[in-house]
């Protein structure tokens, strides 16, 4: 599969007054490996084109102020329209959150979802 992993701290602003990482993190996190993901596969020029439209997470354990983290993200599947992506975040050998993420690709001129370029079809598919 195409994929990234990415290492992280878990910092002070990723918490909530529980101690441990706040549910929103996660979102930040994945996003973040996205980013990495869509640049070292040359396709950043997505950046703004590519809404969310379902998101799915798991959480399995907490994570805490200054603790490393791995986050790792997948494509799973490349449709005519969207991409899937699966992740996992873990601290240490535990998991702590794994879900899914599924973008569209937006074009600004059009209501509804456009299909993928073959470049980016070639760029991204697993």
Do not use: C
Not at 32 to 47: I, K
Not at 76 to 102: D, L, P, Q, W
């Amino acid at each position: 599969m195409t994929s990234i992993i990415v290492h992280r701290k878990v910092e002070w602003h990723d918490t909530d007054a529980a101690g441990h990482h706040h549910h929103g993190a996660v979102l930040r996190w994945v996003e973040a490996a996205e980013a990495e993901l869509l640049r070292s596969r040359g396709v950043s020029d997505l950046f703004g084109r590519i809404p969310r439209v379902h998101y799915e997470v798991d959480y399995r354990d907490r994570l805490w102020f200054g603790q490393d983290i791995e986050i790792e993200l997948a494509v799973a599947k490349v449709g005519e329209k969207s991409i899937r992506y699966e992740f996992e975040v873990r601290g240490g050998a535990a998991v702590a959150a794994a879900g899914n993420m599924v973008i569209a690709m937006a074009a600004p001129d059009s209501p509804r979802a456009v299909p993928w370029s073959p470049e980016v079809r070639a760029a991204l598919a697993p």
